[in-house]
Every structure is written in C-alpha cells, then in structure tokens.
C-alpha cells in the first residue's frame, strides 16, 4: 500500500536540466522526511540530497552541491529533484525513499521504503 513512484528522468546533454518528481501513495508526505539517491552501473547507491519536514535540506553529495535543488509540497504529495548543469558523471538510476518515521533528516542508510526509480542519462 504505501508506495513511492519516481518520474521525469530522461536523456539530457551535458549541462542541462531535469526535474524529477517523487509521488507517494498510501501515506502523506508531511511529516516526514524525504531523500533523493542515485545509483550508476557498477557503482553503490550514493545519497544525493534529503529535505526534513519543514523544508530544511541535507546534503549527501558534494559532487551536486550548487547544481541540485529538492523541494517538496506536501499539498501535492510529492518532492522534487532539480537537476541542473548536468555531468555526464551524474548519469545513474535515481531513487526516492522515507525512512521509517523521521521527520528529520537521517545518515544514508537510515531509510525503509523505496520508490523503483527513474532514468538519467547525461551524455551527448
């Protein structure tokens, strides 16, 4: 029942600009933190960026820092990734996920529930 749904990703040139979007299904997005994760071939699952409850941010990469932006809006249901000035390093599958009751941002390997997630390829 409780479901995360990841979309917007896509094929996109060096230094351009997604938005992927991250729905929930089965509970409400408010009160709860929310991560953004990513995953390239061969490689582990990188945190990317958490937003808490109350729209403060967490930066997991240094590597997106001044190119990524999350955001949420609990009205909607859903959290955001901005994806700007793209690298051809930032190619992976992105994944959102809540850990199991935080309303605050917690380490990486803190989160329960997954979303299947989306597509970037960054490549010209």
């Known amino acids: 029942q409780l479901q995360l749904v990841e979309s917007g990703g896509g094929f996109v040139q060096p230094g351009g600009s997604l938005r992927l979007s991250c729905a929930a299904s089965g509970f409400s997005f408010f009160g709860y933190a929310i991560g953004w994760f990513r995953q390239a071939p061969g490689k582990e699952r990188e945190g990317v960026l958490c937003i808490n409850d109350i729209g403060s941010t967490t930066l997991y990469a240094d590597s997106v820092k001044g190119r990524f932006t999350i955001s949420r809006d609990d009205a909607k249901n859903t959290v955001y990734l901005q994806l700007s000035s793209l690298k051809p390093e930032d190619t992976a599958v992105y994944y959102c996920?809540?850990?199991?009751?935080?309303?605050?941002?917690?380490?990486?390997?803190?989160?329960?529930?997954w979303g299947q997630g989306t597509q970037v390829t960054v490549s010209s």
């Open positions: 996920a809540r850990p199991l009751y935080s309303s605050y941002c917690p380490t990486t390997s803190e989160y329960a529930y």
